[in-house]
Nanobody, 125 residues
Framework: QLHLVESGGGLVRPGGSLRLSCVAS??????????IAWFRRAPGKEREGVSC???????NYADSVKGRFTISRDNAKNTVYLEMNSLEPEDTAVYSC?????????????????WGQGTQVTVSS
């Protein structure tokens, strides 16, 4: 399993931007064969898949974030990024990254076997 650590959360005004990072590590690890996803959970709501990226760079996005969020990865740094622009109060949640050894990625939580602790994103004026 991977050890995943998120960072970059914080408080931002509506319309603002944040960039989240997810750093992966494990003994003898290379991120090359892993799909990585971002999920979020808002208070009182179910966990929601936000975006994911495969080893080859294919991406998926939830409809609610298309055109505003961009996922990317730097395998040399074992890091996946989530650039979030035009943030809305509805984006307020704990954002967690998850990983699975797979050539595909989906926005469902079940396939992922490694999870980070999460980072809080709050969008408020």
């Amino acid at each position: 399993q991977l050890h995943l650590v998120e960072s970059g959360g914080g408080l931002v005004r509506p319309g603002g931007s944040l960039r989240l990072s997810c750093v992966a590590s494990a003994s003898g690890f290379t991120m090359n064969y892993y799909a990585i996803a971002w999920f979020r959970r808002a208070p009182g709501k179910e966990r929601e898949g936000v975006s994911c990226i495969t080893d080859s760079g294919s991406t998926n996005y939830a409809d609610s974030v298309k055109g505003r969020f961009t996922i990317s990865r730097d395998n040399a740094k074992n890091t996946v990024y989530l650039e979030m622009n035009s943030l809305e109060p509805e984006d307020t949640a704990v954002y967690s990254c998850a990983g699975v050894r797979s050539f595909l990625c989906v926005l469902l939580s079940r396939p992922y076997d490694s999870w980070g602790q999460g980072t809080q994103v709050t969008v408020s004026s």
